[in-house]
């Protein structure tokens, strides 16, 4: 705690130097209540008391309705990016009739949009930053409205994986700027739930598509995901732009305006304003980082935090298990249909529940248990298999199957799945969040190709096999998360970010 004390006044003294010599008639800067008799009355003022009102207006600020329809808007990107990822499993049975397509054809189809998403996240962070993150979201909907229609109007494999590239590399685009989005426009004290609602949409559209998909012909099903991709447009041009990105481009009045519409018109936003600002001019004085210079000391911890968590989320199979639900459940001899619809069912309940908690138990908690959930239940679809394959006890297996398969899918929705999108956007400052978040979110898409094209294979090679090295990746997240993330619970962005830089000096 003193260390942290400690750091916080060494922070702030520093920003109110750089303010100082940059901004020595700045008007925005005087607006904090503190005094307007010159810079150096101000700084000898008490650190501890400038922080302490700071953090006090920042945690009495309420979560107004422009937050609420900003986070809704921004999250019905993910609902888009579920619809996408719930579609290779309802379609698998009618695409494969309608176009005759073998197993390693339909692995290609079901993997390639996570392939377009890795080229989709190469870009993100650049996208993100060049044109905004509303603008940027605009232009992931034209890669994912041009890719549901070319799906739709498949008369071969050629145009089907073209559609579903396209679609990835939108969603890969989404995967990126939705959380940070979020992230840079929630209070503290509700960040973790409303960044966590990306996962609940994104759970929404799954589910939707999985009871659908039992229904209705696989080319109405890409219709049906055409559709709040359009609603998704229009919507867009009701929300602000992130005030922290408008402050980084050096456009201050935007900032204040977008944060005062954010806050409400009776909020004094000036400390949050001045904080903002504050943190960007100090980022900014070690310039833009690029990809080169992630390597440096002082990132090395944030970054292993945001590459690991991405690169053992893919590994833990949740990717595979999500895309190919059907073939696992016909595998183990459970009826599909009824599979995925339970599944359906239940997974948008426990992601409404993670939304909810993830700001009372915290990242690591919640993280932990649902790898340690994930873990038990690839063991227990090992076990199945296992079982299926030396023939012992044949009538258990669909229940073990179903049991396994719906307490991946389901806990996975709990933590695995949001948390590190979360993280990632807490963790990394302005001036590594292009270059930093573009490696975690291409360790995210590249490893989670891998998975969904070997997925299949695997599955007939050995599926018992496959899961038992899950549930091992499952059980290494759990020391991974215990040693080495923090927890990030009710801090701002800017603490968090000079937190973990004071922890590497």
Avoid at 182 to 196: L, M, N, T, Y
Avoid at 236 to 254: H, M, N, T, V
């Amino acid at each position: 705690m003193d260390r942290q004390k400690s750091m916080e006044r060494g922070l702030l003294r520093k920003s109110l130097s750089i303010r100082e010599r940059k901004f020595p008639n700045d008007d925005l800067f005087l607006e904090t209540g503190l005094s307007r008799k010159s810079p150096r009355d101000i700084i000898k003022k008490s650190p501890r008391d400038i922080i302490k009102k700071a953090q006090n207006d920042d945690g009495e600020c309420r979560v107004t309705g422009t937050v609420f329809l900003s986070t809704f808007v921004a999250v019905s990107g993910s609902f888009c990016t579920g619809c996408g990822a719930g579609f290779s499993s309802g379609a698998q049975s009618g695409i494969t009739k309608d176009l005759s397509l073998s197993v390693a054809e339909y692995s290609m189809f079901g993997s390639i949009l996570t392939l377009g998403g890795l080229i989709g996240a190469v870009f993100s962070g650049k996208v993100a930053d060049v044109l905004g993150r509303k603008r940027t979201m605009l232009f992931c909907e034209a890669f994912c409205l041009t890719g549901w229609l070319a799906v739709a109007l498949a008369q071969d494999a050629l145009w089907l994986d073209c559609g579903r590239l396209l679609l990835g590399i939108g969603v890969g685009l989404f995967s990126y700027v939705i959380p940070v989005y979020i992230a840079e426009i929630a209070p503290k004290h509700v960040r973790g739930s409303f960044v966590f609602a990306n996962q609940l949409m994104q759970n929404c559209g799954i589910a939707l598509f999985f009871i659908i998909g039992n229904f209705i012909p696989w080319r109405w099903l890409a219709i049906v995901g055409f559709v709040p991709c359009v609603l998704h447009v229009f919507c867009l041009f009701f929300i602000p732009e992130s005030p922290r990105w408008l402050a980084k481009k050096g456009r201050d009045k935007e900032c204040r305006s977008a944060l005062q519409r954010l806050r409400g018109p009776d909020v004094d936003i000036s400390c949050e304003a001045n904080t903002i600002r504050d943190t960007i001019e100090l980022s900014e004085l070690d310039g833009e980082t690029r990809m080169a210079e992630l390597l440096q000391r002082r990132y090395a911890y944030p970054l292993l935090i945001g590459v690991g968590l991405m690169f053992l989320q893919q590994l833990s199979g949740s990717s595979g298990v999500t895309y190919y639900a059907s073939s696992l459940f016909q595998k183990g001899g459970f009826p599909s249909a009824i599979g995925t619809s339970v599944i359906a069912t239940i997974m948008v309940p426990k992601a409404m529940l993670g939304t909810i908690i993830v700001d009372k138990l915290g990242r690591r908690t919640l993280l932990m248990s649902s790898c340690a959930a994930m873990g038990l239940s690839a063991l227990l679809l090992s076990v199945s298999y296992g079982f299926q394959s030396f023939g012992i006890l044949p009538d258990l297996t669909p229940i073990l199957t179903c049991i396994g398969v719906l307490g991946h899918i389901v806990s996975f929705a709990m933590g695995m799945g949001g948390l590190p999108w979360i993280i990632m956007a807490e963790i990394f400052p302005m001036n590594v969040k292009v270059s930093a978040g573009t490696l975690v979110t291409v360790t995210n898409w590249l490893f989670g190709w891998v998975i969904t094209y070997t997925f299949n294979f695997m599955l007939q090679w050995n599926a018992s096999g496959m899961f038992f090295i899950f549930s091992m990746v499952s059980a290494f997240s759990i020391v991974f998360i215990y040693f080495l993330v923090p927890e990030t619970k009710g801090r701002s962005l800017e603490e968090i970010q000079a937190l973990l830089s004071n922890s590497v000096q």
